[in-house]
């Protein structure tokens, strides 16, 4: 289960591959585990393999579940429709972040402009939508420059990925010169959210994810225990670069080595 290739050293000191003794240490040290999407559940609408095992056997050990997601695409009631279709048993997914965003606004109270409608409307014209963007922060004053994300590429298959919100963030944050109050991962305004939720310290979670930059560095910057899974976009020798500065506590092939280290 655990691929042998793994084994190697890593300039993250702090780094180490998941083994079954620090996958039990890990376990017992934490009440919730944090779960991204894209890349560590699923790829596109592909669901990764041991995926149901390990939330299962982790529920049977009395850990609380959370699945946080920078994808906007859609709404929490769209994520819990999306869990049901691939046979996950979920009570909550909290989307931070075109049609989901909208959705979640309108609960909230908000009244809404532009959104899936626009979007579909300027698919092929993405300099049509940084305009509107610009024209939006750049003509109404004390407008608020929000993004549920900065991934530069997601996955719309298992096989193909495709430019992410980070790629139309950053073309907007450059045209009217100004940085974006970011709400996903890494942001903390997340953990500010689930400590209001649940009643669980940072240091009793644990954040699993497969990009450093966001899931990684989210967890980090919150106090929380850290797993990357090399199911998704970053690979190992992009954690073993020399240039790579996010060392993640632990790191495995993907969710379901979990199963095999603790049983």
């Known amino acids: 289960m655990m691929a042998e290739t793994l084994d190697y050293g890593l300039p993250g000191p702090a780094c180490c591959l998941l083994t079954a003794v620090t996958a039990r240490s890990l376990v017992d040290g934490v009440d919730a585990f944090l779960f991204d999407c894209d890349g560590v559940i699923w790829k596109g609408d592909k669901l990764i393999e041991g995926v149901p095992e390990t939330m299962e056997l982790l529920r049977k050990m009395g850990k609380k579940l959370v699945f946080v997601t920078n994808n906007s695409r859609k709404s929490r009631r769209q994520y819990s429709k999306k869990f049901r279709a691939l046979e996950l048993e979920v009570a909550e997914v909290y989307v931070v972040g075109e049609d989901g965003i909208l959705e979640e606004l309108k609960l909230a109270g908000f009244e809404c402009f532009g959104g899936p409608t626009l979007s579909f409307m300027m698919i092929n014209h993405s300099d049509a939508l940084g305009r509107y963007a610009r024209a939006c922060i750049s003509e109404n004053p004390g407008c608020l420059f929000i993004a549920t994300n900065r991934d530069p590429t997601g996955h719309m298959t298992s096989a193909q990925e495709w430019p992410g919100a980070g790629t139309m963030v950053a073309a907007v944050s450059c045209s009217v010169q100004k940085e974006p109050v970011v709400v996903g991962k890494p942001s903390s305004f997340l953990m500010d959210f689930l400590l209001k939720s649940f009643n669980l310290e940072t240091s009793r979670m644990c954040m699993v994810g ?5 899931d990684i560095l989210f967890g980090q910057n919150t106090g929380c225990k850290t797993l990357l899974v090399l199911s998704g ?7 073993q670069n020399a240039s790579n500065m996010i060392w993640p506590d632990h790191y495995t092939n993907n969710v ?3 199963v095999g280290l603790l049983q």
């Open 233 to 239: 976009c970053t690979t190992l020798s992009e954690l």
């Open 256 to 258: 379901y080595d979990l």
């Open 210 to 214: 497969d990009r450093l930059d966001t």
